[in-house]
Each structure stands twice: as C-alpha cells, then as structure tokens.
C-alpha cells in the first residue's frame, strides 16, 4: 500500500513539475529573444501551464481518415506511460522500488520508447509522420550506443548497479571532476536522446511540418509532449545523481536538479540546429570510439586496483 501511494505522489510530484517546466522554458525562452514570455494567466503567468492542459484535452480529437486507429491511438499513451516508468528508478529512502539493478531498468525501459514513436510515425499514415519517424529511430539508436557505454565506464568506478551508491560514492569528490570528458559526452547524448535542440530532428519545426507527431491533436499531441519533458526531468536527475554527487538528503540536489532542466533550455535558445549527417558522424565516429577507450581504461584500472588489494 505504502509503494502505491508512493507512486501516485511521484507521478503526481513529476507531471506538476512538466507543467512548470514548461512555463519555465517558455519564459527563459522569451527573455533570450528579449521578449516576456506568458504573462497573462494567473499572477505573473503562473497558471498558464495549467490553462494550456484544459484547452489540449478539451479540443476536439481528430483522425486521419487513412491511420491505423488502434496504434495511432495507443500510441501516445504508451510512450507517456513507458516516460512515467523511468521514474521507478529513482532511490527514494521511504520503501520505494530503490531496486539494485535501477542502471539496467533505466537502460532497458528507455530504449522502448523508440518503438512507440516508430508506430506513432507508421500508424498516422503520412510521408511526413513516417519521415520524422525513421530520423527519429536512426538518431536514438545510434545515440543508445555510446550513452550505454558511458554508462558502463561510471559502472565500472562505482562496481554497482544500485543508483544509490552513487550518492555514496561521491561524498567526498564529484565524478564529474574524475571524468570530465565522459560528462560532455553523457550531456550531450542525453540531448540526443530526449530531442531536444541542437538534435530536434525527430520535430524539426523549421524543415519538417512537425515530424513523427504532425497528425496528432488535442490529447495525443499533449501526451507526446508531457513523454517528452517527462523525460528531460528524468535524464537531468540522472546528470545530477551520475557525476554531480547527487544528495537525497540536501536541499542542494534539487537545485542541481533545476539547473541541469534549465541547462536544457539554455541550450535550444542558442544554439542552431545540427545538420544530419554531422549528427551521425558525432555518434558513431567520435563518441563510440571515445567512450570505448573510457571504458577499456576503467575497467583496466578497476583490474589493477582489484589484482593489487588481492
């Protein structure tokens, strides 16, 4: 019962913060153009969130006369759900699912979202949903590669699969300062995987008419989006928990944990889209080979520090 209710507060606790972080983008966004941003709806614009959640699922839900209904329906829902999943991970000290394999639940449960998006692209029955969708599937699964073998050089320094000895492990020095490399290249991998700017390509708004999600509406389009910035949440807690000595118990963590969310604005108000095939050329050419040599060098010295306490 404990677990249940603990759930429901999580899930309730990450969709308030979407909404939030929502509004915080769009403000942070309008001051990087020197503009407002929502100002209107509530004191300082504070129930625009709120007001954009009531006029998305009361619209009127369109389909295309063509789609596979039961796939382009369920679609969006399983992709919110699978987003709300990746929360299970997280090590909350009250008799949650703190489990001792979160790393590979996090791995597993991440790369299905492919999957919804590749039937949301398929089932809409458009060239263009379609093409969104194959760019989508290509840059993922290419990014997966090196995000996963980043994820094994931490394993390896940590020798657990349990996200709360990562909190242990760094009591006394962030691994951010022991692998610098591996944080640009996890940062910047986690931008790939959640879409976001400079590798929107799966929405590409300024090329593409809106990508994989072009023929969704009303509540199917406010489901891709809540999976989405869900998603953001979970990886910038990741970067906090991974290499910024992420701390249950401070105050701290949480302002780590806006910053890195805040970092992801930063980014898409900046910089300008990447071009596809240097996208491809970053994931296979540059960081495979780097994150190889990490985890080779890792696991060398893990070897050596083993074979010399023996």
Not at 109 to 138: E, H, K
Request: aromatic content about 20%.
């Amino acid at each position: 019962m404990l677990i249940l209710i603990s759930m429901l507060i999580l899930i309730i606790c990450v969709l308030v913060g979407v909404a939030f972080l929502t509004l915080l983008e769009r403000k942070v966004l309008g001051y990087i153009q020197i503009r407002k941003g929502p100002n209107k709806t509530g004191w300082i614009g504070i129930l625009q969130p709120f007001s954009d959640a009531i006029k998305l699922f009361s619209k009127e839900q369109t389909f295309p006369y063509m789609a596979n209904l039961l796939i382009y329906y369920y679609s969006p829902i399983l992709n919110f759900v699978i987003s709300l999943f990746l929360w299970l991970s997280v090590p909350i000290y009250s008799g949650f699912l703190s489990f001792n394999y979160s790393m590979l639940f996090f791995l597993s449960v991440s790369s299905l979202s492919v999957y919804t998006v590749m039937l949301a692209g398929w089932s809409s029955n458009s060239n263009y949903s379609l093409l969104g969708s194959l760019r989508v599937i290509a840059q993922t699964i290419s990014y997966e590669v090196s995000m996963s073998l980043i994820l094994m050089s931490f394993i390896y320094l940590v020798m657990s699969f349990n996200l709360k000895d990562f909190f242990m492990f760094q009591q006394f020095m962030w691994l951010m300062f022991l692998c610098l490399p591996l944080v640009f290249m996890w940062v910047i991998s986690s931008l790939a995987e959640t879409n976001r700017t400079p590798f929107d390509f799966a929405e590409g708004e300024s090329e593409l008419v809106s990508g994989f999600n072009v023929e969704y509406s009303s509540g199917g389009f406010a489901l891709i989006f809540l999976a989405e910035y869900a998603s953001i949440l979970f990886m910038s807690m990741m970067c906090v928990i991974l290499f910024l000595g992420g701390d249950f118990f401070s105050m701290f963590f949480f302002l780590k944990l806006s910053f890195m969310a805040f970092f992801w604005i930063w980014v898409r108000g900046t910089l300008p889209r990447f071009r596809y095939d240097k996208l491809m050329f970053l994931a296979w050419k540059s960081f495979l080979p780097n994150s190889l040599n990490f985890l080779i060098f890792f696991f060398s010295m893990k070897l050596l520090f083993i074979i010399f306490m023996l």
